[in-house]
């Protein structure tokens, strides 16, 4: 089943303790991406990546850490999580970076 | 810069009624996606519009692209429950690979 798959789905952690989210797609996809979603704020992209090796900023960048070693493969990576860095988090994935973006089930990280 | 305004932030519908969330961009799009979010869910792709006034149906919806590619609606006829959910429209940066969502529209439909 072609899907964008998310670990953990839930997690809750403490300040300053550093945490990688993963996100793998099984769709030989091209681009990548990651979003925070907040009440009223709408999806806030943080990272994409275009191909392998390639990463870019996106919105909210700041805190954040990504790689893209493989195709398949997104991690996030925050080195010291804060309260504010709690969020609802998807991973995203396109063929192309202008085609239709399927999304992973949410991570939902809190930071106490 | 390339924000998309959407409106309005939230509807709420008696089953039956139609409904329209519109996106508005202050500088040209390329071109608009819109997706959909069910409650508790993920978003999910509804459509892409690309050419200047261009107008797509799916089922119930209707999606339009404005003339001078600035502006974009979705139009729901006769709701139903499960039209519930937010509707995010997205437009791509128009220099990077960057894409960037509205505030999103969030449907509730009393039956």
């Known amino acids: 089943e072609a899907q964008v798959t998310q670990n953990p789905r839930y997690l809750i952690t403490v300040t300053g303790k550093k945490l990688t989210v993963t996100c793998s797609q099984n769709?030989?996809?091209?681009?990548m991406s990651w979003y925070r979603q907040d009440p009223g704020l709408g999806l806030r992209q943080i990272y994409y990546s275009m191909n392998v090796e390639v990463t870019d900023k996106g919105d909210v960048p700041e805190g954040y850490k990504v790689s893209r070693k493989e195709k398949r493969n997104f991690p996030l990576i925050l080195e010291s999580p804060s309260p504010n860095q709690t969020s609802l988090y998807f991973c995203?994935?396109?063929?192309?970076?202008?085609?239709?973006?399927?999304f992973g089930p949410g991570t939902r990280l809190t930071v106490l | 810069g390339q924000q998309v305004m959407q409106i309005p932030q939230y509807q709420h519908v008696q089953e039956g009624e139609d409904f329209t969330t519109y996106c508005n961009s202050s500088?040209?799009?390329?071109?608009i996606q819109w997706y959909k979010q069910r409650p508790g869910g993920h978003p999910v792709f509804l459509i892409q519009l690309v050419k200047s006034g261009e107008v797509k149906k799916q089922k119930r919806l209707t999606f339009q692209f404005g003339e001078a590619k600035k502006n974009s609606s979705l139009h729901i006829t006769a709701t139903q429950t499960t039209d519930v959910g937010t509707y995010f429209c997205?437009?791509?940066?128009?220099?990077?690979?960057?894409?960037?969502f509205g505030q999103g529209t969030t449907l509730q439909v009393k039956p």
């Open positions: 997205a437009r791509r940066s128009s220099n990077t690979g960057k894409l960037i």
């Open positions: 995203a994935s396109s063929l192309l970076y202008n085609n239709e973006q399927f």
């Open positions: 500088t040209t799009l390329s071109n």
């Open positions: 769709m030989n996809h091209e681009y």
